[in-house]
Structure formats: structure tokens, C-alpha cells
């Protein structure tokens, strides 16, 4: 009886470490705004996801500015509920010819979302762009993103000297870093861009409930463990009633 005890003990604490090293895991991910990309093909039409987190400690985020790198010539901003967004445009020092044959003197420059409330630092939420990867297999583009907040402010903007290991840094700027191309190639009707752009903004709830079921199979795990105890006390006293 004490060894099964122990052993009930033993795989109950096993769980339990496991669970919270998801937990610490979970909030270490979702601790910088970073870049999630559904594709990274060269040459390809990509929805990125911006995981926006806490930046100003207990002070609410009113207004995210994501930076387009240099690679980009635009970014169509998703609209968000939560959020109004507006497009930055600069002059080029230079006229640009595209591979279509035509030449653009303007390009965006930033993305710009401000808070129709303060961003509880308590919750995040996904801003998402749907932009056109350039041809560069291989090569990583860089997203700086300054988050403003009621107090403070926080800038991701940080990148990673060579041979420096990303991870070091304190306020990274998020990423996305290319790959070959598709052999098919990659055309979307506007149309699968818009449909996939909704899907893109209702996924982000999955870590949401992630954690929900992280803390119901941790509850399940304790009253698990209170219903062994219970029956176990319960055989002892079944048996001196039988004896009776």
C-alpha cells in the first residue's frame, strides 16, 4: 500500500513539475513581440502574425509601429476590433522599377496601430499583415517595432551582431528569415488572402485556450489525487465494519 502511494505521489509531482515548466514556457514565449509567418517561401504572399505582449511592465500598450524593412514596398494591415491602423509612406531616394516593369517613387515604410483602449499588460493580442516575401532565399528581414504604452515605451529594434546568439538580446527585432521557393510558385486570389487573413486573426485564441486546458488538467491531476487518498482511507474502515 505504501509503495502504490508512493508511486501515486511520484507521478502526481512528475505531472506537476511538467505542467509548470509549460506554464514558464508559455509566458517565456509570448514575453518579446515577435514574428510568426504561415509562409516563408521566397517570392511568396505571407500573412505575418505580430504577438503583441506586455513591453511597459504594468502600463497598457496604446499604439504598436511595426517597420517594414527595406525589402518591402507595402503590407496590407488586417483589420483588428481592437485596434484603428494606418499606413506610413515614405519618399525614395530613388525611383524603384519593379519585376513588372513598373517604377514607384513612394514605398510604406511602417504600420502604425493605436489602441482604441489601453492594451490590458495582463492579455496580448495578434496584429497581422499579409505582404509579399522578396526573392532573397536564405536572407533575414527584420520588422522593428516600437510599442508604446500609457507609461514608458519599448523598442524591438535590437539585432543580432554576427555571432551573436539572438537570444542574448534584450529587445529583438522580430524576424522572418526566407526560404527557397515553391516549385509550384505561390499565387493567391485576393479573395484566399482575405479568408486566410480571417483565420489567421481567430487562431491566435489557441493560446488562449491552451492555457485553459493546462489549469483543467492540473485541477484533474489534484482531485485525482484527493479521490486515491479518499478511497484508500475508506478500505480500512470498510473492513473493521465487515469484522464488526
Not at 9 to 30: D, Q, R
Not at 106 to 128: E, F, G, M, N, W
Not at 149 to 178: F, M, N, R, Y
Request: charge should be negative.
Amino acid at each position: 500500500m505504501k509503495s502504490s502511494i508512493r508511486r501515486t505521489l511520484s507521478a502526481t509531482a512528475v505531472a506537476g513539475g511538467t505542467a509548470a515548466l509549460m506554464m514558464a514556457g508559455l509566458a517565456g514565449a509570448s514575453a518579446h513581440v515577435g514574428a510568426d509567418p504561415n509562409k516563408t517561401a521566397a517570392n511568396s504572399y505571407a500573412l505575418v502574425t505580430f504577438g503583441i505582449p506586455h513591453g511597459c511592465d504594468t502600463f497598457g500598450t496604446t499604439k504598436v509601429a511595426i517597420s517594414l524593412p527595406e525589402e518591402l514596398n507595402d503590407a496590407q494591415p488586417t483589420v483588428n476590433p481592437n485596434w484603428t491602423v494606418e499606413k506610413v509612406t515614405e519618399t525614395l531616394a530613388e525611383p524603384k522599377k519593379l519585376d513588372d516593369g513598373t517604377t514607384i517613387t513612394k514605398r510604406t515604410s511602417q504600420i502604425v496601430y493605436t489602441a482604441k483602449t489601453p492594451l490590458d499588460p495582463h492579455l496580448r493580442d495578434a496584429l497581422v499583415l499579409s505582404v509579399k516575401l522578396p526573392d532573397a532565399a536564405g536572407k533575414t528581414i527584420y520588422f522593428p517595432t516600437l510599442q508604446t504604452c500609457e507609461q514608458g515605451q519599448t523598442d524591438w529594434s535590437e539585432i543580432a551582431k554576427e555571432g551573436q546568439d539572438p537570444h542574448d538580446l534584450k529587445a529583438p527585432a522580430p524576424s522572418v528569415t526566407i526560404t527557397p521557393a515553391d516549385a509550384a510558385g505561390d499565387h493567391h486570389a485576393a479573395e484566399a488572402v482575405s479568408t486566410e487573413q480571417a483565420s489567421a486573426v481567430t487562431d491566435d485564441g489557441s493560446q488562449a485556450r491552451s492555457w485553459a486546458g493546462l489549469i483543467a488538467g492540473i485541477a484533474g491531476l489534484g482531485l485525482g489525487g484527493a479521490a486515491f487518498f479518499r478511497s484508500r482511507s475508506a478500505k480500512p474502515a470498510a473492513a473493521k465494519a465487515t469484522t464488526k
